[in-house]
Structures are given as structure tokens and as C-alpha cells.
């Protein structure tokens, strides 16, 4: 089949201001055929252009493209005639993967306890399955708090009409209640005055955790642990709310515990005297992390603070679902990048490089000791857990597992040959290059704000909320290097190559990083806006 550019002037139907922007930053190119960490656009004369990929499909392609065995795995399930959808029956392949998920993860976090896995068909949709479980968890939790307040009041009445208990002076005093009430009334006062505000706790709709700069997501729940506001506050009526910890400042989980815990009060009965104590609800439905924040402007996780966040919500009972839909799938040299950081989640969530770069495929686990079996009943998706994506995600995982986890060291030695080319230029150029940051191969280079440049053409430039994409635009147009920001971090490039990243790449990145450097230390914003066609 051959796949021709589609016409440069054709109405755009498919997102059109998006094609716009694209073109503005030098960015509207078609590209035709992919292969290792390379991508192919057509020139004017049919020929092809080889761009180095450092996008890699937004870390969907850590194997590379159209990888050997990949592509071959995809034709043999094809050639077979292997049902893809065969929903409501049994499905093997998806436990195998399961099971060598399990492996790994066993393996990485030295424990055995099994983690469930539920399957899906986006990074945000199994976010929103985690998160979905966990509000399944929090429900029943809260239905079985509920009936043990109602077998507390039991309790007490049975006692008071019994006449072996009474609900004392004092505590007829703290509650408001009237000291010549008879027994049986004032216990019934009492219990209405428990009832009105234990409904009120009762009734409160969950509070995720997440971090300043996170991204789990643009689904109409993932957005509302999406930190970016752009994304998040137009649609912040659609789901429930979340709280923002700042990376800097762990003190604050103490702040927003003392501020939005939940406590409900139940009637005991001891020594002849009713009582009230305190117990705690739970508000907190999961505490959202990403190890390496990915979106948000390649920053790693500092273990102390991911050891504050863990032993925080281990004290009030709130599950940790660690998103490793960036920076999982071996990219940082493990399967979990976590498991470098020591977090151990209750919940990970698995996207991107699971399906091969070619099947479309996520997974949420869940471990053993949070597990609620309803769940399989209340959620599904049509296309989750079919046979084409569990067949290729295996192949991923072999692939992740050969020679004694070969791949995971080449995402290692890759990303330290990229990291030290970012970082010599960085050294050359200290003020234009704030700094490099990362892991294994998922690394960010931060350029100095620009907003405040003698030169007006780069002030325009940073003014333009596209800053970074035009720089990306240079880089495509003259070194065939193809890498992008983010929309939540317009100043820093983000790179997420595959492990078969060659050093040719590498060099052709640092020359064209070298090169944005000289523009914005001579001040040439025109050169990096460019034509509109690269
Ligand atoms: N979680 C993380 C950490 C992500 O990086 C992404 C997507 C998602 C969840 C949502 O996954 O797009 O498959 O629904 N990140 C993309 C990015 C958009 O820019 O890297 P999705």
C-alpha cells in the first residue's frame, strides 16, 4: 500500500485548529513509514526523509518502531484467524500476561503478594479503572462503617432499656442534651444527634491526592488528577475533587489531613455508661503518583518525599496508585520505575510501550489485599483484555525479559550517552540551558525562561505559549530531529527514544540543540519560526 502525504491544502476536518498550530510551529509534516528510531517523511519528489525520533510516540515506542518480532507476533495472530474479540469466555492469554506481570513486579518489589489485573485500552482509562476501584473499595468500606454504627446504637439501646447502661450527665452535657431526659429519651436524642451529622460525613464524595505538575489523564475523572488548570478547571464540575501537594513542601499532607479528614461518632457501652467516640471516615479515595513525572516536565520523584507519601497514606489508610504509564515499561531500566524509589504502590498502571507500538492496551493492577471481586462485575470495556493486545504486550514483555534483561540495561547505557550529551550542552550553554533532568531514557532539557530577552523576536516567541514548540519546529526543519515540550512545561524538551537510539541520532540532537542555543544567545527569533512548510 502506498501511503501518500496528504494534500498541504486539503479542508482539515480531523481537529482542524490543531493542524493549524502545527503549522504555525513548522510542525505539519506526514509521516509515512517508521522503523527503529526512525520516522520517514516524503519530500517533494516522492523520496524519503529519515527524522530521528526522540518522541517515540509519546513513550508508546521504547522497543522501536515496527519492531522485527513485534510486527512478526501481529502477523502470526492475524494469519491464524486467532478470535481478537471473544468477550465473556475465557481468556488465557490475558492471564498469562497477568501472570508475567506478576513476575516482574514480584521480582522488583521483592514481594509475592499477587497483583489482579484489570485491562484496558488507554493510560487514562486505566487510571480511571484505579481509581474507580479504589472509590468501589472506599463504598464498601463505608457501607460496612455504616452498619457497625448501626449495631452500636442497637447496643446501646438494648442496654439502656435493659437498664445496665444510661448515658451520664457528662456526656448529656457535651452533646447538648437535657439532664431530666428519662433514660430511653435522652439515649434517643442522643442517637438522632449522632445520626444528623454521621450522615452529613456519610454523604462525602471522595478527595484524590496528587501532585503539583501531574498528569494521569485527560478522561472526564483522570483531568479532575490532572494538575495542569488549562485542562482541568473547565470540567472540574464533572468529577470529584482533588488536592495538590507540592513536591517541595511534603509538610503539606499534614495540612490538607488536618483540613479535610472525615470522622464519624459511635455510641459504646461499657462499665454502665454510654459514650461517644470518634472514628475515622474515609474521605481519601487514592493518593495519585507518578515516579518521573512525564507531562509535566521530566522531574524524578525524590525518594524521601515518595517514602513521606507512602508512610503518610499507609497512616490514614489511602491506597498509592502509582501511574507508571511514562515511565514504566523498563524506559528508566526497570518494569516500575518506582521500584527504583522504593514506593510500592497498592495500584500501578501500565500503558504506552505495553502495546508494542502497535496494539492500543493498558492494565490496572490492584493487589490482593485491596481487591474487591465486585469490581469485575460493575466495570468493563469492549475491546479491554483482547487476544491481539495480550498477545503482542507478552511479546513486549519477552522482548523486556531476553538475555537476562538486555533491554532494560540498553535503556540504561542509552539514556546515559543522551544524558551526556544533553548535559555538555548544557555546560556550553548555561545561559540559555537551565537544566537536564531524568531518568534512563525519559530526560528533559529546560531552556532559561525567555520572556524577559533583549531581543523582541524571542520575547515573542516566549509570549506565544507555543515557546518550545517552535524550537521543536527548528530542530525538525534543519537537524531532522523530531522531540517536542509539553503543554504543561513550554520551556523544557522532552526525550523518550527507543532503546535502539543510535549515536548518530544523539550527535544530530546535539548539534540542532547547539544550534537553538546560538539563536536564543543572538537573540534570532525569526530563524527559530522558520517557514510554516519544513
Ligand atoms: N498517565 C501518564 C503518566 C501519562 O503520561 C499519560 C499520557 C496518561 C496517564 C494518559 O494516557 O493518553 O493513553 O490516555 N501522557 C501523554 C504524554 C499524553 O504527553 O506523555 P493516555
Known amino acids: 500500500m502506498d501511503i501518500k502525504n496528504s494534500e498541504a491544502d486539503a479542508p482539515e476536518l480531523a481537529e482542524p485548529y490543531l493542524r493549524e498550530v502545527l503549522g504555525m510551529a513548522g510542525l505539519a509534516v506526514e509521516y509515512v513509514r517508521a522503523e527503529g528510531n526512525t520516522l520517514y517523511r516524503r519530500d517533494e519528489d516522492g523520496g524519503e526523509i529519515p527524522v530521528a525520533d526522540f518522541a517515540g510516540g509519546y513513550g508508546s515506542v521504547l522497543l522501536g518502531h515496527s519492531q522485527p518480532d513485534i510486527v512478526r507476533r501481529a502477523r502470526d495472530l492475524l494469519e491464524a484467524g486467532t478470535p481478537v474479540h471473544a468477550q465473556f469466555s475465557r481468556h488465557p492469554y490475558a492471564n498469562e500476561l497477568a501472570a508475567a506481570l506478576n513476575r516482574i513486579v514480584h521480582r522488583e518489589l521483592g514481594t509475592e503478594e499477587p497483583y489482579f489485573a484489570i485491562f484496558g485500552n488507554s493510560g487514562a482509562e486505566a487510571v480511571e479503572a484505579a481509581v474507580k476501584h479504589a472509590e468501589l473499595d472506599r463504598v464498601l468500606r463505608i457501607a460496612a462503617l455504616r452498619e457497625e454504627l448501626g449495631r452500636s446504637t442497637a447496643a446501646a439501646r438494648s442496654a439502656v432499656a435493659a437498664g445496665t447502661a444510661a448515658v451520664p450527665d457528662g456526656v448529656r452535657a457535651r452533646h447538648g442534651i437535657a439532664a431530666e431526659a428519662d433514660p430511653a429519651a435522652a439515649l434517643e436524642a442522643l442517637v438522632e444527634r449522632l445520626d444528623r451529622d454521621n450522615t452529613a460525613q456519610l454523604d462525602r464524595p471522595p478527595l484524590f491526592l496528587a501532585l503539583e505538575g501531574g498528569f494521569h489523564g485527560k478522561l472526564g475523572l483522570t483531568v479532575q488528577l490532572t ?27 499534614k495540612e490538607i489531613y488536618a483540613r479535610d479528614r472525615g470522622a464519624v461518632r459511635e455510641l459504646t457501652v461499657s462499665g454502665g455508661r454510654v459514650d461517644v467516640v470518634e472514628r475515622e471516615f474515609p474521605v481519601f479515595c487514592a493518593f495519585l503518583v507518578e515516579p518521573v513525572q512525564g507531562e509535566g516536565g521530566i522531574h524524578v520523584l525524590d525518594p524521601g518525599f515518595a517514602e513521606a507519601i507512602q508512610r503518610f497514606c ?4 489511602c491506597p498509592v496508585v502509582v501511574d507508571e504509564i511514562q515511565s514504566g515499561m523498563g524506559r528508566t531500566g526497570t518494569l516500575l520505575a518506582s521500584s527504583q524509589l522504593g514506593l510500592r504502590g497498592d495500584y500501578y498502571v501500565l500503558a504506552k510501550t ?30 479491554a483484555k483482547d487476544s491481539f493486545s495480550c498477545g503482542i504486550a507478552l511479546k513486549v514483555l519477552e522482548l523486556l525479559e531476553a538475555d537476562d534483561g538486555a533491554a532494560y ?42 520572556s524577559a530577552a533583549t531581543s523582541a523576536s524571542v520575547r515573542a516567541l516566549a509570549d506565544s505559549g507555543l515557546f518550545g514548540y517552535f524550537l521543536a519546529g527548528r530542530l525538525l526543519r534543519n537537524h531532522r530531529v523530531r522531540t517536542f515540550p509539553t503543554a504543561s512545561a513550554m520551556n523544557t524538551l522532552r526525550f523518550e527514544p527507543s532503546i535502539e537510539l543510535p549515536d548518530e541520532h544523539i550527535e544530530r540532537l546535539g548539534t540542532g540543540l547547539r544550534d537553538l542555543c546560538r539563536l536564543l544567545r543572538d537573540g534570532d527569533g525569526e530563524s527559530l519560526v522558520g517557514a510554516s512548510a519544513p
Open 227 to 253: 494538575h495542569n488548570e488549562a485542562y482541568r478547571t473547565p470540567f472540574r464540575s464533572l468529577a470529584a475533587q482533588a488536592r495538590f501537594v507540592p513536591w517541595d513542601r511534603p509538610e503539606t499532607l
Open 314 to 317: 499507609e497512616e490514614i489508610d
Open 409 to 450: 540495561r540498553r535503556a540504561v547505557e542509552r539514556g546515559e550517552a543522551l544524558r551526556a550529551t544533553l548535559e555538555s550542552v548544557r555546560a556550553d550553554f548555561p545561559e540559555q540551558v537551565k537544566e537536564v533532568r531524568g531518568r534512563g531514557l525519559l530526560l528533559g532539557l529546560e531552556f532559561h525562561d525567555q
Open 354 to 383: 505495553l502495546g508494542g507500538g502497535i496494539a492500543k492496551t493498558s492494565v490496572m493492577l490492584v493487589r490482593e489485599s485491596r481487591y474487591r471481586r465486585d469490581f469485575e462485575i460493575v466495570h468493563s470495556s469492549t475491546f
